[in-house]
Nanobody, 120 residues
Framework: VQLQASGGGLVQAGGSLRLSCAAS????????MFWYRQAPGNQRELVAT???????NYVDSVKGRFTLSRDNAKNTMWLQMNSLKPEDTGVYYC???????????????WGQGTQVTVSS
């Protein structure tokens, strides 16, 4: 299983970016999907979660600005980030709980990370 994250870049404060995370491989089902971010010198933090049925949760600092969605048929999720702030800067990682064919339980897989830089 591979998770491919994309969509990062450099944007001015107040701008928008849309991150994508596409899962590929021998996938039977995906349960929850997550976006984490890690700023320099900081620990990785959970930004947003989306369940298989579409229910979402967000860290307080991004509520009202970020929107997470997914397409189960495409094994893909998107994080629409609006009104970006310099404190949103960091490497964004996607993560998913995946049940592969022949497996006995869900396992966690990570994408490679995509850099988001918001200038003031």
């Amino acid at each position: 299983v591979q998770l491919q994250a994309s969509g990062g870049g450099l944007v001015q404060a107040g701008g928008s970016l849309r991150l994508s995370c596409a899962a590929s491989g021998s996938i039977f089902a995906i349960k929850d999907m997550f976006w984490y971010r890690q700023a320099p010198g900081n620990q990785r933090e959970l930004v947003a979660t989306i369940a298989n049925g579409g229910r979402t949760n967000y860290v307080d600092s991004v509520k009202g600005r970020f929107t997470l969605s997914r397409d189960n048929a495409k094994n893909t999720m998107w994080l629409q980030m609006n009104s970006l702030k310099p404190e949103d800067t960091g490497v964004y990682y996607c993560n998913a709980e995946v049940f592969t064919y022949g497996a006995s339980r869900y396992e966690s897989y990570w994408g490679q990370g995509t850099q988001v830089t918001v200038s003031s």
